[in-house]
């Protein structure tokens, strides 16, 4: 007999583990734990979230299960500690002003958050990427249909609650948050359905997502989705595994396009959905340009950079110009001083460095690796236009990327050992 629990599993929502007896009763916790944990991350309209909260308990059952750190993540230790360092020493002089250690303490917490996530990836990697992976898959697609919901008035209150201003936001405070957190489990399905096989399931789940993304009206965040399919799609090109493999992932990817496209014209007939895209699909807005526009600001915050080469410390610059300047690279030198913007950009250079050089070896995680890497550079490049320094889920990419590139390293030592002339790496896409 057919239960519940086999439908979710065979549409990847929930994950699939090898026998209860044959796995550790504190490792079984931390996988319980960790879905729970991701499966919560879609609920960003409060402060702290019910995520934030159980970071702690996640960091309890890794303890429990020995989850121990990594040689290779000490880059990314080190570079985090040199730029909230840095954002401690900027936040002296305005330690006194409104919210300004609520956010150097959000720092230090995601930062934490990243390096955790690193270490669970880094050993069992896929039972416990399976839990990440349904998790999010689960929750994205949950919040989605909240938010979709809220658009069309489909209940009392669902407009205010998950699409206020007429955009869709689900459980989050912004639209332009909402939208970027979707493009990872959207590539993550596309990427299965491209490369191996098309499930029922998976066509209805990126359809609720591609909708998602583009009710939520932002154009960074389709900007992002673009971005990252197509770096998705090259990547997939360039690590098949054979000919055969490559022909697919061309006419599937191909395919794909034609018929998202396709839906997308067919979500544009409805009026309301027309009218608000005709509105943000414009690249100029009025909020972008004047006295008071994001480039002015943006021109008011490179001077302030070199004004201030300990940093303003946070929300300064807003309190003194008025308006936040939405770059991240900018808010990096601003808020946490040339020491610390240095250190953030080190940390992204290093990451796309490392996350690129391991996504090319055969392993198999390299799907996780490779989709999440593509999500990463459309975060990357989407940072020029918001700011991206206190997203969950820019975290959770991060301790992914270091995690998996961690678990390759490890791999690849451990197979060079015996075969050190030959620089021996396995090809174990099967396994």
Not at 314 to 327: C, K
Request: hydrophobic share 55%; proline share 5%.
């Amino acid at each position: 007999m057919i239960t519940a629990g086999d439908m979710a599993k065979a549409a990847g929502l929930l994950p699939v583990v090898p026998h209860a007896a044959a796995v550790p009763l504190a490792e079984r916790i931390l996988r319980i734990v960790l879905y729970v944990t991701v499966l919560a991350s879609s609920i960003a309209f409060i402060e702290p979230s019910p995520h934030d909260a159980l970071m702690g308990v996640l960091a309890i059952a890794c303890l429990a299960a020995g989850v121990h750190f990594q040689r290779a993540l000490a880059v990314p230790l080190a570079l985090l500690l040199v730029w909230n360092f840095a954002g401690m020493m900027a936040l002296m002089p305005v330690v006194g002003q409104e919210k300004t250690l609520q956010y150097t303490g959000t720092s230090i917490y995601l930062a934490i958050a990243a390096l955790l996530f690193a270490c669970i990836f880094s050993q069992n990697t896929m039972p416990r990427l399976a839990a990440m992976r349904a998790a999010y898959v689960l929750t994205a697609t949950v919040i989605t249909l909240a938010a979709i919901a809220g658009y069309f008035s489909l209940f009392p209150g669902a407009h205010e609650l998950f699409a206020p201003f007429d955009r869709a936001l689900g459980a989050f405070k912004d639209p332009n948050v909402f939208g970027p957190f979707l493009i990872w489990p959207l590539l993550i399905v596309l990427e299965r359905m491209i490369v191996r096989r098309i499930r029922m399931t998976d066509i209805i789940v990126v359809g609720i997502l591609s909708f998602g993304l583009l009710v939520s009206f932002s154009r960074g965040a389709w900007l992002h989705a673009a971005a990252s399919g197509a770096i998705m799609l090259a990547l997939a090109f360039l690590t098949a595994p054979t000919q055969r493999v490559r022909v697919r992932i061309f006419f599937m990817g191909a395919t794909g396009v034609l018929a998202l496209a396709a839906f997308i014209v067919m979500l544009l007939s409805f009026e309301s959905i027309w009218t608000m895209f005709e509105q943000r699909a414009q690249l100029i807005q009025d909020y972008d340009v004047g006295g008071g526009g994001r480039f002015n600001l943006q021109q008011l915050a490179l001077g302030a950079v070199l004004k201030f080469p300990n940093g303003m410390g946070p929300y300064e610059f807003a309190r003194v110009y008025g308006l936040q300047q939405h770059n991240v690279y900018l808010q990096s030198f601003l808020v946490y001083g040339w020491v610390g913007g240095i250190a953030y950009t080190m940390l992204l250079l290093t990451t796309l460095w490392i996350g690129f050089r391991t996504l090319l070896l055969r392993t198999p995680w390299q799907p996780y690796l490779l989709t999440a890497y593509a999500t990463f550079v459309g975060e990357v490049l989407e940072g020029f236009v918001i700011d991206t320094d206190h997203w969950r889920h820019f975290y959770l990419l991060l301790g992914v990327i270091w995690g998996l590139a961690a678990a390759t390293i490890s791999q690849t030592r451990q197979v060079q050992l015996p075969n050190h002339r030959f620089n021996v790496v396995p090809d174990v896409s099967a396994a």
